[in-house]
C-alpha cells in the first residue's frame, strides 16, 4: 500500500520469492507499473531484474495475507481506511514507514492486533517511472509493539527468505533509534541541497545533525525509551554507502511533493513542545522545512 520506492522494492524481493504481490500506486509510477505488467530494479552495480506485478488504484479482494504500509506518514490514516473493507480477520499490516506514530494510526483503524512495526534502513528512489534505484543498504526489522507473538514470528519466517530481516523484540525502541538518522540528516540535507556525507564534512553542520539527534534522545527519554550518546555516535558515524545520499526528504522537495515534516522534525517540535522537552533545531528546522516546501508549490 502506498508502493513508491520502498514499497516498490520490497514488493518487488517478495515476488522474486514466488509471492503474488499487489501494488497500490499512484501517478506516472503506477502507470508505468501497468503498462509493463512488472516492477523493475536498478541495483548499485547498474543490474537491472523485474518481477510481474498487479498495481490497481485501489486495495481490492480477496484478503491479503500480508499488506505493507510505506505511504508517507501523513498518509497514514487514509490508507487505513481504504485497506478496512479488504483486511480479513487472516490479514497481517505490517508499517515499513518513517517516524514512530503509524503504528498506532494504523491499529485505530484497523485493530491493534494485527498491526507490526517495521523500520527499513535503505536507500531507494523512483527517478523513472516503473523503476526502482537501490541505491544503498537494505536491511529491515520487524516486531510486534507489544512484545514478542506468534504473529511476529510468522510473518518473519515469511519474509526472511526474502529480505534482509531481522525480528526484533523491542521495535519501538528500534522506531526511535531510527528517528535518529532521520532527524538529523532528512530536514537538515533538504533545506541545504547537502548529502548526508556532506552535512558530516563540516564541523559546524556535523554538530548540528548531533544537536538534532539529542533533542530525539530527550523525547524518546519523556516516552520511557532511553537511547543515549553511544547511539548518537552511531547514527552520525560517516557511512560510505550513504555519503552521497540524499534522504527522501530532499528527493520529495525537489519532485515538489508534500513533506513527511509531521512525522520527524515536525513530530520533534510537536511533542517537544507538548512535554516541555526543549527542542529549537528540530522547531528551527521544521520552519525552515515549511519554507522551502512552500516556495516550491509557488515555483520559486
Not at 554507502?241 to 509531521?262: I, N, V
Request: net charge negative; with cysteine; hydrophobic share 45%.
Amino acid at each position: 500500500m502506498g508502493a513508491g520506492a520502498v514499497g516498490t522494492y520490497y514488493g518487488a524481493l517478495l515476488a522474486r520469492g514466488g509471492h503474488e504481490v499487489t501494488m497500490i500506486a499512484r501517478g506516472p509510477h503506477r502507470e508505468a507499473l501497468v503498462r509493463a505488467g512488472r516492477a523493475i530494479v536498478r541495483e548499485p552495480d547498474g543490474r537491472l531484474w523485474d518481477v510481474p506485478v498487479r498495481a490497481p488504484a485501489q486495495p481490492e479482494g480477496p484478503a491479503p495475507d500480508l499488506v505493507l504500509v510505506t505511504t508517507k506518514s501523513h498518509h497514514t490514516v487514509a490508507a487505513a481506511r481504504a485497506l478496512e473493507p479488504v483486511v480479513g480477520p487472516g490479514t497481517t499490516v505490517l508499517s515499513l514507514q518513517n517516524g514512530v506514530e503509524n503504528v498506532g494510526r494504523l491499529a485505530a483503524v484497523l485493530g491493534p492486533e494485527r498491526v507490526l512495526g517495521a523500520i527499513a534502513f535503505v536507500g531507494l528512489r523512483v527517478e523513472e517511472p516503473g523503476i526502482v534505484d537501490h541505491e544503498a543498504e537494505g536491511w529491515v526489522k520487524m516486531g510486534d509493539p507489544s512484545g514478542p507473538s506468534e504473529r511476529a514470528t510468522r510473518i518473519h519466517g515469511l519474509l526472511a527468505p526474502c529480505w534482509d530481516v531481522a525480528l526484533s523484540e523491542r521495535i519501538v525502541h528500534d522506531q526511535w533509534h531510527k528517528l535518529l538518522w532521520n532527524a538529523g540528516f532528512n530536514a537538515i540535507c533538504a533545506v541545504t541541497g547537502a548529502t548526508a556525507g556532506e552535512a558530516l564534512a563540516t564541523p559546524d553542520s556535523e554538530a548540528l545533525v548531533r544537536a538534532a539527534m539529542w533533542e530525539v534522545v530527550a523525547v524518546a527519554a519523556r516516552h520511557g525509551i532511553r537511547l543515549g550518546a553511544e547511539d548518537v555516535d552511531e547514527m552520525a558515524a560517516p557511512n560510505l554507502q550513504l555519503r552521497d545520499y540524499h534522504p527522501s526528504t530532499a528527493r520529495d522537495l525537489e519532485a515538489g511533493k508534500p513533506l513527511e515534516r509531521d512525522a520527524l522534525c515536525g513530530f520533534l517540535a510537536r511533542e517537544g513542545a507538548a512535554l516541555g522537552v526543549p527542542t529549537p533545531v528540530n522547531a528551527v528546522l521544521d520552519s525552515l522545512l515549511a519554507l522551502r516546501e512552500n516556495l516550491a508549490r509557488t515555483g520559486r
